[in-house]
């Protein structure tokens, strides 16, 4: 396998891909468009398993609460897609036809990976040959199933490669002063008007495009982790960014299968802002002496895929703290835990990338560092009566701060309608659908 100024394939003069217009197939087709059927496709064929393998949630809840709370996201997501044809239909973007990817690492081969289940050509670049071999594996399965004249995927070391692409998506750590001179460099590369994005989690738009030439064609483009089973995707436009610019990235998100969401811009946009109060409040929790299997458990029973504790672990310690650092420009709430997740990166436990976090793995028992850490501050809280503690209550306490900054992102008008949140939570956090997203269920109690 050759590397270097060729693609990792071995084809010189370019990458050799075959360019396919995702827009015109959007616009000739009506396909790839997320569909209203899609809630029932995708997220009501997860019922079976809470209700049957957790169904001590739901022995209050009546069969109509949770019908109610399905007629609800449904209504969203029409609301939701009807907006994005809106959008579509008042702007003028040139045709994505060939797409850019900076950063072979998990989000941009996952990324990559969704464009070429929909057989569109991909140039992935990372400075790492190790990082694009685990790339190609991510994506090979995915292009053995695609039209032999689409969906191919130029890995490659050169940015050179990147050249007549038009849209470029920018996928490497969250650290801006290496985003900001990334950007400089690809502004050449680009297709005469094409789009350069980034799929940040954190970092301001309107912040990222200082300096930049063009900043009426840049754009937060968020794929929310784990990408095959999140459809939600943020779209985020900057004080600059061009209708046109918008139009052209949601036809794309509408066309890879995805549920488009424009939301304001700020520190962690939505979903990352949610997201990341819900875990730390599950820190602070820990450190107040809570079981960290107690705090998993109350989550799963309530609905979610995964617990806090191990989605924290999953994400990466690490990267969580640094959102939260991001984040604390918006959210100045003190956080108990912050000193456990400080402690814990120092020491190298930075979750599953590293075998260690607020569990071991791959056994899955709780880090006798987090034990030990805990313990030095506090008595650990012993069940009443010898009884466990009442998920239910404990899973109300656990979103009570993402609740309450969803009423900050609405009252900023970061969310313009609560029902943004609800497609945020369910499609970006995997929040159950029956319970109709976090704002419906707050208000609703279903």
Partial sequence: MVMGEECVS??????????????DRWMSSG????????????????????????????????????????????????????????????????????????????????????????????????????ALRHAAGVCTLAERGTPSDAGRVCYSLSQADLAGCDLVLETIAEKRPAKQLLYGQLAPQLADGGILATNTSSIPITRLASGLA???????????????????????????TSTNTLAAVVAHALYLGKLPLVVGDGPGFVVNRLLMSYLTGAVDLLVAGMRPRDIDAAMIGFGMPMGPLAQLDEIGIDTALHSAMVLGEVNTDRSDGAELLVALVRAGHLGVKSGTGIYTYPDGVVNQSVDGFVDARQERAEPTNGKLPDHRSLAAELLRPMVIEAGRLLAAKNATAAWQIDLATIFGLGFPCWRGGLHWWSENGS
Avoid: Q
């Fill in 10 to 23: 071995g084809r010189r003069g370019g990458c050799g891909i075959h360019k396919v217009s995702a827009a």
């Fill in 31 to 130: 396909g790839g468009r997320f569909d209203v059927k899609h809630v029932n496709s995708t997220e009501m064929s997860r019922l079976p398993t809470p209700m049957t393998n957790h169904t001590s949630h739901l022995s209050n809840s009546r069969p109509s609460a949770a019908s109610a709370a399905l007629d609800h996201v449904r209504s969203a997501v029409a609301i939701c897609r009807k907006g994005c044809e809106e959008l579509i239909e008042s702007g003028a973007g040139r045709p994505i036809r060939t797409v850019g990817i900076v950063g072979a690492g998990i989000m941009g081969a996952a990324i990559a990976r969704e464009h070429v289940v929909r057989g569109l050509p991909v140039v992935l670049v990372d400075s790492s040959t190790e």
């Fill in 214 to 240: 063009a900043p009426a064609r840049f754009c937060g483009l968020h794929f929310c982790h784990p990408i095959r089973r999140r459809p939600l995707v943020e779209i985020i436009p900057g004080a600059a």
